[in-house]
């Protein structure tokens, strides 16, 4: 869904009755980490909105080299899952524009915050919303894995020789 379109999703959605829960992210390579995230984010509400940080965005929050996948592909990648309803890209630094946008109920992060610490937090009490911590642990990241097939490779690389 076009980022312009987001305010009056959360308009119509409010108009509606429909409790709104935003979560947001780089989502650089889909894993089980972000999927249990996601999940978790969709029971706080009857509708989940994700808001994927954009090529540039994420360039700047993870240096040279990053993303590896393009926006456009991550966000189809998860509008896909069973429990996004909606996936926008957004250019923000922050998702603080989407907030104001949308006026989710629900904030979601994933355990590496907790509530008190989430960034837009105040936004969220602002808006008379909610910040939640859902999902496992954070033992899943795209830099592991990155790091995992590197170390894969090499030692391949290396009984080759």
Not at 33 to 41: D, I, M, S, T, Y
Not at 59 to 79: I, S
Request: aromatic share 4%.
């Amino acid at each position: 869904m076009p980022r312009s379109d987001v305010r009056a999703l959360g308009e119509r959605l409010r108009a509606a009755g429909r409790r709104i829960a935003f979560a947001n992210g780089c989502f650089e390579i889909l894993h089980v980490g972000h999927v249990r995230f996601l999940e978790g984010a969709k029971e706080q509400g009857d509708v989940l909105v994700v808001g994927i940080n954009s090529d540039r965005s994420v360039a700047q929050l993870k240096g040279a080299g990053r993303p590896l996948l393009r926006e456009d592909t991550r966000a189809e990648l998860v509008a896909a899952l069973s429990c996004v309803d909606y996936a926008v890209v957004f250019d923000d630094p922050t998702a603080e524009p989407m907030l104001r946008d949308l006026r989710p109920h629900v904030q979601c992060k994933g355990p590496d915050y907790t509530e008190e610490s989430v960034p837009e937090g105040w936004v969220m009490d602002e808006l008379g919303g909610v910040v939640r911590i859902v999902g496992d642990p954070k033992d899943h990241s795209t830099r592991d894995l990155l790091a995992d097939i590197a170390r894969r490779a090499q030692a391949a690389k290396s009984r080759e020789e």
